[in-house]
């Protein structure tokens, strides 16, 4: 019998995921759900993305590009950042990845070596622990705090340092699960004090564009050589597509293309392709968001009356993450049962949380409008 590495055992399951096909199999089974589990647009990739794959599929060809991504679309990222953030980012700086996942992978890589420790939000996403686990890095928990709005601090990171003695430290904003945004002020602010701890730094920025009336910076207008990750499944819908991308200091370059060479050859094309399309269907995309910011506010509504009120401030992305202690202790248990009862699917908080996430449950609203009346509905009968 193969037995596993000792790599694959320190990796958590994605209990999103596994609510995923949980809810897939009450469905199978002919039953009806809500999903609410997952971080997934309804929204289907806006029709020019489409237009320009399917245009690129008729032509036949569907090659390898440079390991770094095709020029025009590295070209059109860093016109985005000076469009958006005034910010001047050279093209040779950013790296197409397969998704964001990818870009993770390759930043830990390039920047850490085994048994470094790096801090990381908690609640947070829960891949940035699996993935360093997986590389013999440490995850070391900033634990986020409600006198902060969730968000991760100056204070906070040279509190963590000083207890760990971290090598480097990533970020998220707006972040998953709590949708909290890290005001500019306050970026700027971790941005200099990861400086002066001579720390890197990594700003997951991958729900940039979903903002509910706060500004969102990126880490780049406060430090040239922060890693920034981002991604075209939020904000553009194009989660299956896989397609990613970070900007990275200069001296990280070369290291990461060898990396990326050697691990994956290229992005997909045709996912390229569509991804530079992306950056034309900017009205499409924020009635997509529109829609979200409806969602939210029926949630936020809603929920205070079916004993769910206590959330984190959503800022951005499309999640609510709602404290249930006072409906019970077991968050998993509660989920499931929510599932098998009342058809709605949401993700027990000990995915982002080992310590306090038994008492939470993220509520995705990324689906459509009447997905959330309905969940609200159900919930109403299951609770009351």
Not at 282 to 291: C, F, I, Y
Not at 323 to 338: G, I, K, Q, W, Y
Request: hydrophobic share 45%; proline share 7%.
């Amino acid at each position: 019998m193969l037995l596993p590495s000792r790599r694959v055992a320190a990796v958590a399951p994605f209990l999103a995921m596994d609510v995923m096909t949980a809810a897939a199999a009450r469905e199978r089974a002919g039953g009806s759900v809500v999903h609410m589990e997952v971080g997934q647009p309804s929204a289907p990739a806006p029709k020019a993305v489409i237009a320009a794959a399917q245009d690129a599929l008729a032509r036949g060809r569907v090659p390898y590009t440079e390991a770094l991504g095709l020029t025009a679309l590295r070209e059109r990222i860093a016109r985005d950042y000076r469009d958006r953030y005034g910010v001047d980012v050279v093209p040779e700086r950013v790296v197409v990845t397969t998704g964001s996942s990818a870009g993770f992978i390759l930043a830990f890589m390039s920047l850490f070596d085994a048994g470094a420790r790096v801090g990381v939000p908690q609640p947070g996403y829960p891949a940035y622990r699996s993935i360093l686990s997986a590389l013999d890095l440490v995850a070391t928990p900033m634990v986020l705090r409600p006198e902060d709005r969730f968000a991760p601090t100056a204070a906070l990171l040279r509190e963590v340092h000083a207890q760990a003695g971290l090598s480097g430290v990533l970020v998220m904003s707006p972040a998953n699960p709590s949708g909290t945004v890290i005001a500019p002020d306050a970026l700027r602010d971790l941005c200099a004090e990861a400086r002066r701890l001579s720390l890197p730094f990594v700003s997951d920025e991958i729900y940039h564009g979903l903002g509910y009336g706060v500004p969102t910076a990126t880490a780049l207008q406060f430090d040239a050589n922060a890693i920034v990750i981002n991604s075209f499944s939020k904000y553009h819908c194009m989660t299956g597509w896989r397609i990613g991308w970070m900007v990275v200091p200069e001296s990280l370059v070369r290291p990461i293309e060898r990396l990326a060479q050697n691990l994956y050859i290229s992005a997909p094309y045709l996912s390229q392709v569509g991804a530079l399309a992306a950056f034309e269907a900017g009205e499409e995309l924020d009635a997509v968001r529109n829609g979200y910011a409806r969602n939210r506010a029926i949630l936020l509504e809603a929920f205070p009356g079916l004993g769910l009120g206590r959330t984190h401030p959503a800022d951005g992305a499309f999640y609510l993450y709602a404290d249930v202690s006072d409906l019970t202790n077991d968050a998993a248990e509660f989920c499931r049962r929510m599932l098998a009862e009342a058809g709605v699917a949401a993700t027990p908080g000990l995915d982002f949380d080992p310590a306090e996430g038994a008492h939470h449950v993220r509520f995705s609203f990324a689906g459509s409008e009447d997905d959330c009346r309905e969940a609200v509905r159900r919930l109403r009968g299951w609770l009351a």
